[in-house]
């Protein structure tokens, strides 16, 4: 893939793997595919089609994101969409925390420490 590679920040836990695995099971084909611990879909944006590839950087708290072609006039919109599918906003240490007061949802909470929820 030949363009712009934007790196993503994000704060820590993230469990890319589940999240990964939860979007391969519900790809649309010809749309989008996850495999290989990267993420690749085909988006529209005022300038037309492209298709974004994100992956977990080697080191940090980051994604690399890889845009094929889009105009740079449409790379704040890929941004903020990807931000948004991936949940790269969310603050896990209080959301864990809040659910851990839980006594039912604890050990949940433990045992899937990263979990984001794609989309929001």
Known sequence: MVGLTLTLSYRPPF???????????????GVEEARERTYRRT???GSGADVI?????????R?????RAA?????????GRVRHLFDLDADPWH???ALAA??????LVRAL???RVPGS
Request: aromatic letters at 6%; a negative charge; one cysteine or more.
């Open 63 to 67: 994604l690399l994101v890889a845009v």
């Open 102 to 107: 839980d006594p039912w949802l604890a050990p």
């Open 113 to 115: 420490s990263g979990l």
């Open 95 to 97: 959301v864990e925390r």
């Open 15 to 29: 469990d890319w793997d589940g999240l990964l695995g939860f979007l391969a099971r519900r790809a649309i084909p």
């Open 71 to 79: 105009a740079p006039e449409g790379i704040a919109e890929v941004v």
């Open 43 to 45: 988006v529209c944006l």
């Open 53 to 61: 590839e994100a992956r977990p950087a080697e080191t940090g708290n």
